[in-house]
């Protein structure tokens, strides 16, 4: 996000990672620390974000989404009262969703299944409530699955990547993975943060925004296609303890009031997206 910002020509400050935002005045004093600036947008991406853990970690995940979003919202509330706050939300609130009802709008029902999902739709109600009693000027991104180079390993798509290259390069002819049928919507990280941007500069305060492709991909066509772009030689074998308990089996998204009202839509397709992330392990992969 910053460096986008700052190729976009933005001044871009990143509030110190090693503040907690679940510390109301640890976040508070860090805010002040900025008053002297003229901050016109904040986007608030800090949160406890990996769905599988957070069923062992709920206290946590909900200290740091749901308290951490109310406490940056009152520092923002009295330090920068009139700054665009871009809250980060999850297509993981709607939860799994019947085919008939798919591709899923910010108007569908949110049915979270993870302690994650209902963190994030816990901060989009403590936002809406700054926005219609304060005045907040808030707008909430709701981006379905990321992918993209820079991502961590804990990720799907990252993960397999950062695999298939390792066992390439060390003769392994398999390698072990949970549930590759389930289908989501994949959009390049470098597209989600043009998105951001733009609902900074042209979003409605109050306003729910899908970030997503509108389509669909299965987990296993994504693996297909990683074996494909490296020549590995290697076979998936399915191990049903990586398996979740709690799965969505398919879900994407209707991004039309992006498209609509923001004038924007995704520019990398996933070919280029699975290049990149190959490229960006492989080079780290080196010095291992």
Known sequence: MRDYLVSMGDEATLLDPAVDIGDEAALSHAMDSLSSRSIETIYHLAAQANVGESFGSSHEVFRVNV???????????????????????????????????????????VAPLSPYAASKIAAEQVAMQAFRASGQRVIIARPFNHIGPGQSDSYVVSALAKRVLLA????????????????????????????????????????????????????????????????????????????????????????????????????????????????????RLEAY
Do not use: H
Not at 67 to 79: F, K, S
Not at 83 to 101: M, Q, T
């Open 67 to 109: 308290m951490g979003t109310l406490n940056l919202l009152e520092a923002a509330r009295r330090v920068f009262p009139r700054a665009r706050i871009i809250i980060v939300s999850s297509s993981e609130v709607y939860g799994r969703v019947s085919s008939n009802l798919l591709p899923v709008n910010e108007d569908s029902p």
């Open 168 to 283: 390439q390069r060390d003769g392994i002819s398999s390698i072990r993975v949970g549930n590759l049928e389930s289908r989501r919507d994949f959009t390049d990280v470098r597209d989600v943060v043009t998105a951001y941007r733009k609902m900074a500069e042209a979003g409605v305060a109050g306003t729910v925004y899908n970030v997503c492709s509108g389509q669909s991909l299965s987990i296993s066509w994504l693996a297909e296609r990683i074996i494909e772009l490296t020549g590995a030689k290697v076979v998936l074998e399915r191990d049903p303890r990586l398996v979740r308990d709690v799965e969505v089996s398919n879900i994407y998204g209707d991004s039309s009031r992006c498209r609509s009202e923001l004038s924007w839509k995704p520019a990398i397709s996933i070919e280029e997206s699975l290049k990149d992330v190959l490229e960006w392990w492989s080079i």
